[in-house]
């Protein structure tokens, strides 16, 4: 019985620091950004950047893994139903080119005052979209979960829990 105490009070001590534990791999994913050039390309530097975040953490950290590293860590290469062109219905209209070698393109599906161009990496993994964005530090990645997934179309369930809805303009290349 006393065994079982000390276990239970170790386990509620560990579970008390994992938000702070956790909110270290910001800080690791904000160094790599920082030190590391990155020689992989789509997917492989996405795993590169997940491996150095890891590297940086110490085994506290360890036994509480980050989810959204987890899933760097798992991201398989892209999944052909989704490489394409597709027009995304988020921030006035998008047009974004998903590659087989896990690059993307978002731009203006028209010109609008303020609008950008993005580019990264993505993949899908276990019914989530995940997004590496090339030009800015976003930490945790966007990942969303993808919902009512169709041959034409797809919608993602956004972290603010917003919806987008993809429709496909042009079927992509993959092997």
């Not at 534990?21 to 160094?31: L, P």
């Not at 987890?70 to 219905?89: D, F, I, N, Q």
């Not at 800015?136 to 179309?153: E, G, H, M």
């Not at 829990?161 to 496909?168: A, E, M």
Request: proline share 5%; charged share 25%; glycine share 8%.
């Amino acid at each position: 019985m006393r065994e079982l105490r000390w276990a239970l009070l170790i386990l509620l001590f560990l579970a008390l620091l994992s938000p702070f534990m956790r909110n270290s791999t910001g800080d690791h994913a904000y160094a790599c950004l920082k030190s590391e050039e990155f020689t992989q390309a789509g997917i492989d530097e996405a795993r590169q950047f997940a491996a150095c975040i890891r590297a940086r953490s110490n085994t506290l950290v360890a036994l509480f893994p980050n989810r959204d590293l987890a899933l760097l860590r798992k991201m398989p290469s892209p999944t052909c139903r989704y490489v394409g062109t597709w027009l995304s219905s988020r921030g006035g209209g998008y047009r974004i080119t998903l590659t087989e070698d896990s690059r993307f393109v978002a731009e203006p599906d028209r010109p609008r005052w303020g609008a950008e161009s993005y580019r990264g990496t993505w993949g899908e993994h276990g019914g989530r979209m995940i997004w590496l964005y090339q030009d800015r530090l976003t930490w945790p990645p966007d990942i969303n979960r993808v919902v009512d997934a169709k041959d034409d179309s797809f919608t993602l369930t956004e972290v603010d829990g917003s919806s987008t809805l993809f429709t496909r303009l042009e079927e992509g290349h993959c092997l």
